[in-house]
């Protein structure tokens, strides 16, 4: 009797195991980089202290001063804030500081891992170099929208709350929002005030000027004028210094703050945008953020007032002459003057440029400094 050997029963196959999909070669950057970006640059002290410095201290030392000498002698020493205190501040330091602090931070987060031998790390990762590029645009404008809010927000507070009670315009203290006829016959009622005090510049001379003792006639042997003609004098100097007069305010509306508020955030932003696509371009931070503070110190006045026949295309093509064409009316820009695309209440020294052209400028400089910096990534050798 022969016994046949049992074949061997198969094993069963193993399960397959469950295996996440891999997203290093995404170029969509992932919540974990951008929180590592944040990180890296949240941790750079001193530069995060100087540029709170900059940004915040200056505007806080300010305004800290003024209110101090306000509280121990406000005869002398006006009040800390109001309207002129915020278009100063506005236009004159957050505008300006705003942009080099964001381009600051910019050139750094584009030049950082490289000049600190950390590239070659990030490389080998296997993370998409687009993806590391782009991780580094949230992370630094989380870092430079707040700061340069706190920065606003300082300046709006005070120059409101710590607003002066009343106005005075050419030494005279005038009611505030009066029409032009209000402001007519408030002259009118205080005629020996306005003629004194108010100037005159229009065609042909007032029939009543300031004399030693109060007003005269100016035609003849000086005279005491008549109601007549102190009526009509008050009249002229009133609507002469009327459009003046209408752009005075004891403290910035509400519907400004807003307004100026997104503007100078903007300027950040195209400052830290292009500032990272310069940096990363370069490979180096220091020469990135003097090229960008060249730009917006210097570059940008001359080309935004100069009137330079056959470059005034070129001109328009600077962002900061875009950027300060966007600014709300009556804000004084780049040297005094409202801001708007000219006319109106527009900057009359700012070189012409439509609203339309310097939004598509804007978006150019943002869109080929963004192409720029992560092209320059993605090809340099670890």
Same mark, same amino acid.
């Given at each position: #009797?022969?016994?046949?050997?049992?074949?061997?029963?198969?094993?069963?196959?193993?399960?397959?195991?469950?295996?996440?999909?891999?997203?290093? /070669?995404?170029?969509?950057?992932?919540?974990?980089?951008?929180?590592?970006?944040? #990180?890296? @640059?949240?941790?750079?002290?001193?530069?995060?202290?100087?540029?709170?410095?900059?940004?915040?201290?200056?505007?806080?030392?300010?305004?800290?001063?003024?209110?101090?000498?306000?509280?121990?002698?406000?005869?002398?020493?006006?009040?800390?804030?109001?309207?002129?205190?915020?278009?100063?501040?506005?236009?004159?330091?957050?505008?300006?500081?705003?942009?080099?602090?964001?381009?600051?931070?910019?050139? =750094?987060?584009?030049?950082?891992?490289?000049?600190?031998?950390?590239?070659?790390?990030?490389?080998?990762?296997?993370?998409?170099?687009?993806?590391?590029?782009?991780?580094?645009?949230?992370?630094?404008?989380?870092?430079?929208?707040?700061?340069?809010?706190?920065? %606003?927000?300082?300046?709006?507070?005070?120059?409101?709350?710590?607003?002066? =009670?009343?106005?005075?315009?050419?030494?005279?203290?005038?009611?505030?929002?009066?029409?032009?006829?209000?402001?007519?016959?408030?002259?009118?009622?205080?005629?020996?005030?306005?003629?004194?005090? %108010?100037?005159?510049?229009?065609?042909?001379?007032?029939?009543?000027?300031?004399?030693?003792?109060?007003?005269?006639?100016?035609?003849? =042997?000086?005279?005491?004028?008549?109601?007549?003609?102190?009526?009509?004098?008050?009249?002229?100097?009133?609507?002469?210094?009327?459009? =003046?007069?209408?752009?005075?305010?004891?403290?910035?509306?509400?519907?400004?703050?807003?307004?100026?508020?997104?503007?100078?955030?903007?300027?950040?932003?195209?400052?830290?945008?292009?500032?990272?696509? @310069?940096?990363? @371009?370069?490979?180096?931070?220091?020469?990135?953020?003097?090229?960008?503070?060249?730009?917006?110190?210097?570059?940008?006045?001359? %080309?935004?007032?100069?009137?330079?026949?056959?470059?005034?295309?070129?001109?328009?093509?600077?962002?900061?002459?875009?950027?300060?064409?966007?600014?709300?009316?009556?804000?004084?820009?780049? /040297?005094?003057?409202?801001?708007?695309?000219?006319?109106?209440?527009?900057?009359?020294?700012?070189?012409?440029?439509?609203?339309?052209?310097?939004?598509?400028?804007?978006?150019?400089?943002?869109?080929?400094?963004?192409?720029?910096?992560?092209?320059?990534?993605?090809?340099?050798?670890?």
């Amino acid at each position: #009797m022969t016994s046949v050997a049992s074949a061997p029963i198969p094993a069963p196959a193993a399960a397959p195991v469950a295996t996440s999909p891999d997203h290093r /070669g995404s170029p969509v950057p992932t919540g974990r980089m951008i929180a590592t970006r944040f #990180m890296e @640059l949240r941790k750079r002290r001193g530069l995060m202290m100087a540029l709170i410095l900059v940004n915040i201290g200056i505007p806080t030392v300010f305004l800290a001063v003024r209110l101090l000498v306000h509280a121990i002698d406000p005869k002398t020493y006006g009040p800390a804030g109001g309207y002129n205190i915020y278009t100063a501040l506005s236009a004159g330091v957050l505008y300006v500081f705003g942009f080099i602090v964001a381009a600051t931070l910019g050139c =750094t987060a584009g030049s950082v891992d490289l000049t600190e031998g950390m590239f070659r790390h990030l490389v080998v990762t296997g993370r998409s170099r687009l993806a590391l590029y782009l991780a580094r645009i949230p992370a630094g404008l989380a870092i430079v929208v707040p700061m340069v809010a706190a920065g %606003f927000a300082i300046v709006c507070a005070v120059c409101v709350f710590a607003a002066p =009670t009343s106005l005075s315009f050419d030494g005279v203290t005038v009611p505030v929002g009066l029409s032009r006829a209000e402001l007519q016959t408030w002259a009118v009622d205080h005629a020996d005030t306005v003629i004194c005090n %108010f100037g005159f510049s229009g065609t042909g001379p007032p029939p009543v000027a300031c004399g030693p003792n109060g007003p005269v006639t100016t035609s003849g =042997t000086p005279v005491p004028p008549t109601p007549a003609q102190l009526r009509v004098a008050a009249i002229q100097m009133a609507d002469q210094a009327y459009p =003046t007069y209408s752009q005075q305010f004891l403290a910035p509306s509400i519907s400004l703050m807003i307004r100026t508020g997104l503007w100078i955030e903007l300027e950040a932003i195209v400052g830290f945008l292009v500032g990272l696509g @310069l940096g990363s @371009l370069l490979g180096q931070r220091t020469v990135a953020v003097i090229l960008m503070i060249v730009l917006e110190i210097v570059l940008t006045p001359i %080309f935004s007032r100069a009137r330079i026949a056959h470059l005034l295309n070129l001109q328009r093509s600077v962002v900061g002459v875009a950027v300060a064409h966007l600014a709300p009316a009556g804000l004084p820009v780049l /040297g005094g003057g409202g801001g708007g695309p000219g006319g109106g209440q527009g900057n009359p020294l700012l070189i012409p440029e439509s609203t339309t052209v310097a939004v598509c400028v804007i978006i150019a400089w943002l869109v080929v400094w963004t192409a720029l910096g992560a092209w320059r990534m993605m090809t340099r050798d670890a």
